[in-house]
């Protein structure tokens, strides 16, 4: 199983950017995916997932301005982020489990993961 996010750079105070993320080795349609970021010396935290079936789930704090998005014939999972804040600064990880998850934005739940992709917005 890989993973291989791109997308992230530097953008200012109420920018877009989207990120994607690449699945390979798996079967992608059937895995749960999600979004997390970490800032150094933080905690994980996760910011989307999404079923198998299309199910989104979202942080409170990106509710309203993230969509998570897949697209199956693609082997892609999309993070689209708008009004970004400074607040949303991080290494944004991209990760997958291979069923149903409980805790979609726990780390715990997922058991591969991409390298990350950085994301810095300016004031």
């Known amino acids: 199983v890989q993973l291989v996010e791109s997308g992230g750079g530097s953008v200012q105070t109420g920018g877009s950017l989207r990120l994607s993320c690449v699945g390979s080795?798996?079967?992608?349609?059937?895995?749960?995916m999600a979004w997390f970021r970490q800032v150094p010396g933080q905690v994980r935290e996760g910011v989307a997932a999404v079923d198998s079936d299309g199910s989104a789930t979202y942080a409170d704090s990106v509710k309203d301005r993230f969509t998570i998005s897949r697209d199956n014939a693609k082997d892609t999972l999309y993070l689209d982020m708008n009004s970004l804040k400074p607040a949303d600064t991080a290494m944004y990880y991209c990760a997958a489990y291979p069923g149903p998850v409980i805790n979609r934005l726990a780390t715990w739940e997922y058991n591969y993961w991409g390298q990350g992709t950085q994301v810095t917005v300016s004031s």
């Open positions: 080795g798996f079967t992608f349609s059937t895995y749960a």
